[in-house]
């Protein structure tokens, strides 16, 4: 997946997602842990925006087989935690950072730094489905369809939409934006 030369924002993109998105999932287990920490009202306030990301990903078709986002919704939680932390960890990491060689090179490739780093994060779940293993893949996966695994959190990220400058409203920029935290 990686090698030498690849970009410090490829390497948070994709190492920093898959990090995070393990990390969260302590924080969805805590919900229905009978020791957890959270309080009555975290674990509700949690419980519906859990709820509401289960209905956007129930509402996403692959081939014209719907999501089951109760099914996925742990792994939802994940994703769309995930690369918000790496994201946040990025812009963090490179707020007093010069411009180093490697970013004066990719420059030339039309693409920001912050583009970069969804683009990296896009790569991570690209892959092919055939139609006919579609509805029985859909039926028995813990995550959703690779695509959404995509779309889903960066609907949800104000960033992306600032990045890539999605008019408001549109489908990459729903004025609706679920967030868990």
Same mark, same amino acid.
């Given at each position: 997946?990686?090698?030498?030369?690849?970009?410090?924002?490829?390497?948070?993109?994709?190492?920093?997602?898959?990090?995070?998105?393990?990390?969260?999932?302590?924080?969805?287990?805590?919900?229905?842990?009978?020791?957890?920490?959270?309080?009555?009202?975290?674990?509700?306030?949690?419980?519906?925006?859990?709820r509401l990301l289960q209905q956007q990903y129930?509402?996403?078709? &692959?081939?014209?087989?719907? $999501?089951?986002?109760?099914?996925?919704?742990? *792994?939802? +939680? @994940?994703?769309?935690?995930? /690369?918000?932390?790496?994201?946040?960890?990025?812009?963090?990491?490179?707020?007093?950072?010069?411009?180093?060689?490697?970013?004066?090179?990719?420059?030339?490739?039309?693409?920001?730094?912050?583009?970069?780093?969804? &683009?990296?994060?896009?790569? $991570?779940?690209?892959?092919?489905?055939?139609? *006919?293993? +579609? @509805?029985?893949?859909?039926? /028995?996966?813990?995550?959703?369809?690779?695509?959404?695994?995509?779309?889903?959190?960066?609907q949800n990220l104000p960033e992306f939409s600032?990045?890539?400058?999605?008019?408001?409203?549109?489908?990459?920029?729903?004025?609706?934006?679920?967030?868990?935290?």
């Amino acid at each position: 997946m990686m090698g030498p030369g690849y970009p410090d924002v490829w390497i948070i993109a994709t190492f920093g997602f898959v990090f995070s998105h393990e990390l969260a999932h302590e924080f969805t287990y805590a919900d229905t842990d009978e020791e957890s920490p959270w309080d009555v009202l975290s674990k509700s306030r949690f419980r519906e925006q859990t709820r509401l990301l289960q209905q956007q990903y129930s509402a996403y078709r &692959l081939m014209g087989v719907a $999501l089951n986002g109760v099914r996925t919704s742990s *792994e939802d +939680v @994940a994703d769309n935690t995930g /690369v918000k932390l790496a994201f946040q960890a990025y812009k963090e990491l490179t707020v007093n950072q010069s411009p180093t060689i490697e970013q004066l090179i990719y420059s030339h490739l039309n693409y920001t730094q912050d583009q970069l780093f969804f &683009l990296a994060h896009a790569q $991570l779940f690209c892959g092919v489905y055939k139609k *006919e293993h +579609v @509805a029985e893949i859909i039926s /028995v996966a813990s995550h959703s369809a690779s695509p959404f695994r995509i779309i889903g959190p960066l609907q949800n990220l104000p960033e992306f939409s600032e990045a890539f400058k999605c008019p408001t409203d549109s489908y990459m920029n729903p004025k609706t934006k679920n967030t868990i935290w």
